[in-house]
């Protein structure tokens, strides 16, 4: 019989099967450009299903070998990270549909700079703070500490994006509206699956928080079942959100295609389109007969 800790790495291998599954689906649809969001729920699903499985081994096999615990904390150290660039490549497209009334290019750089950033520290971290070393074990402690701050901070920043956002949704795309909607009602649950975070980076021995003793009902709480909710919320508006248009620079391939088809077209006046005018080739083509005639035809 499993323990609560092995329950709930079965529960996330069935969920996260089937996110995953959807995931790649939704992802085949809008591209994998990383700038739309979505690839990163893909990654979280696959990351989960890794430490999932891990423990689920662990437990099965009572074999708690230092690579394994290692795997299970990094992968779990990391959740985090993939929902704050999804949430980001949602924005980021809004913004784009919203130009000049938008966020600029220039905001969500940074931004997405130092997601990269914590990302890689929280790995780091998570290595570390599984080493039997205390010295290395500190180090660990606080890399971890420093990327949930990140995180935060990096919350903050969406958060104030999606109110501006908000404050101008009239400028949004009906298209992107679906997006803009998931990033609202996720916000809420994304909040509560950060302060997990620092709640688990910033405790000891014998804190609920603590990664080798955690209480098993607040990580399915707080961690699995807000993660759940905010996959789902981002896979439905995957599924209602239209392919974004391709564009090159600022313009519009689809909307090329449409000036072209109706340059072709009798104007409202109905005149038909001029004629190219005839430019001579060649020598001959200067001859007094030449010109008459190739004058007269062009009329």
Known sequence: MLAPTGD?????????????????????????RREL?????????????????????MQVNHDYNKSLITTATITSAVGTSPLLLATMGFLQRISEGM?????????????????????????????DRSSSDPNTMQTGKDL??????????????????????IMNLRFVLSSEKNLLRAAVVALPFLLVRVIYTVASSFSGPGSPFYYRDENVYLQA?????????????????GLLTPKAEIKT?????????????????????????????WQPQSVGDYRPSRLIRNALQSR
Do not use: C
């Open 8 to 32: 709930l790495a079965a529960v996330e291998i069935a969920f996260f099967s089937l996110a995953f599954t959807v995931s790649l689906f939704v992802v085949i649809r809008h591209g994998f």
């Open 37 to 57: 969001g979505w690839i990163y729920l893909l990654i979280l699903s696959l990351l989960r299903l890794i430490g999932g499985s891990v423990t689920l081994y």
């Open 99 to 127: 130009e000049p009334h938008g966020v600029t290019k220039q905001l969500f750089r940074p931004l997405h700079i130092v997601s990269l950033g914590a990302l890689i520290i929280a790995i780091i971290g998570g290595t």
């Open 144 to 165: 971890a500490e420093a990327a949930s701050i990140l995180f935060l901070a990096i919350l903050v920043g969406l958060g104030g994006i999606v109110a501006q956002n």
């Open 221 to 237: 709480f707080m961690q699995f079942l807000m993660e759940a909710i905010i996959v789902t919320i981002f896979i439905a508006a």
């Open 249 to 277: 620079g600022n313009y519009d391939l689809e909307s090329a295609r449409s000036k072209s088809a109706v340059g072709h077209q009798p104007d409202m006046a109905g005149n038909r389109p001029s004629r190219p005018q």
